[in-house]
Each structure stands twice: as C-alpha cells, then as structure tokens.
C-alpha cells in the first residue's frame, strides 16, 4: 500500500508522507475539484493506527477549510457579481435561509456540499456559526468512513492492490 499512495502523490506533486498529505488531500477534497480524500486518510490510518485520531482531526479541519474556502468564493463571487441579482428560485433561497448555516451540517455530501458551501457565502451566512456546523459534519463523516473501511479484511486490500498493479 506504501507504494500505491507514494505513487499517487507523486503524480499530483504533494508530499507523500505525513498529515501534511492529508491535510493538503482534504482541503483540495473540498473545494470543486473532484478529488476524494478518503483513500489518503485511510492508508495513512492503516500504516500508522497510534495517530488514527490525529489523522482524522486533520482531515477535517483541512475539509472544513477547504469548505471555508468555497464559502468565501460564494462570498466573493455575490460581490462581484451585482448585475446577477439575487436567485431566481425563491423558494430554494428561503429555504437556505431557513436552516441558516446548520444546513451545513450537509456540507460532507458529495455533489452537494461544495455547492452549499459556495451558497452559505453567497448568501452571506455568518462564518463563525458556518465553520463550526461544517466540521462537525466533516468530522462525523471521517470518523463514519474511515471507521467502515476498517472492517474490510486487509485480504481484499492486497488484492484490490494485485488487480489494480499497484503491489
């Protein structure tokens, strides 16, 4: 497995060792690029279990910052942007604004979280309450993932690594 992730960092020029990568592999994860960040968690999970709980902390504070950084692009783009108004679909934006920033308790959602982070800036949310509702999301989904694929036998993972010719 060391070899596969030192491979796959490689390719995208990150650091192929430490929470560095997972810090670096979460945020990008939450931003618009279709990036995922679990498999880097959770190898670095499996080759060093006496840091599971640190690896999970900074994958989500990398996501939720990540996050934080779609919703300050929302932020900017309503700024710049005037001359669009304000959205169309009423009742989608009341809605948004009803739940106000524990819809992004959601933000982990795949499709979905970038784009209601990116609106929790646009719509101006204030970014104490959205930061916090974010992490905690992040982090229940980290724990949740990674947690699950724990339970997988390390037998399908060699030979997961066989069939893809990365062992």
């Known amino acids: 497995m060391e ?24 945020f990008v994860s939450a931003t618009l690029l279709p990036v995922g960040s679990e498999p880097i968690l ?7 279990p006496d840091l599971y709980w640190v ?6 504070v990398g996501n939720t910052l990540g996050g934080m950084f779609d919703w300050w692009l929302g932020l900017i783009a309503r700024r710049s942007m005037k001359s669009v108004g304000e ?6 934006k009341d809605w948004l ?9 959601l933000s982990w959602l795949p499709g979905l979280g970038d784009p209601l982070c ?3 800036g646009w719509l101006k949310l204030a970014w104490q309450p959205c930061i916090i509702y974010m992490f905690i999301g992040k982090l229940l989904r980290y724990l949740t993932l990674t947690w699950l694929l724990t339970l997988v ?3 399908f993972w060699h030979q ?6 990365l062992i």
């Not at 070899?3 to 979460?26: D, E, N, Q």
């Not at 690896?55 to 989500?60: H, K, L, R, T």
């Not at 959205?87 to 989608?92: A, F, G, I, Q, S």
């Open 97 to 105: 604004e009803a739940w106000g920033p524990k819809i992004l308790l």
């Open 3 to 26: 070899h596969a992730l030192s491979h796959f960092f490689s390719w995208f020029g990150m650091p192929s060792v430490g929470l560095p990568a997972v810090f670096i592999s979460a």
């Open 42 to 48: 959770f190898g670095y999970t499996a080759l060093n």
């Open 55 to 60: 690896a999970i902390f900074v994958a989500a």
């Open 160 to 165: 997961l690594g066989h069939w893809l010719h």
């Open 153 to 155: 036998p390390d037998s």
């Open 87 to 92: 959205p169309k679909n009423e009742r989608l």
């Open 118 to 120: 990116l609106a929790a």
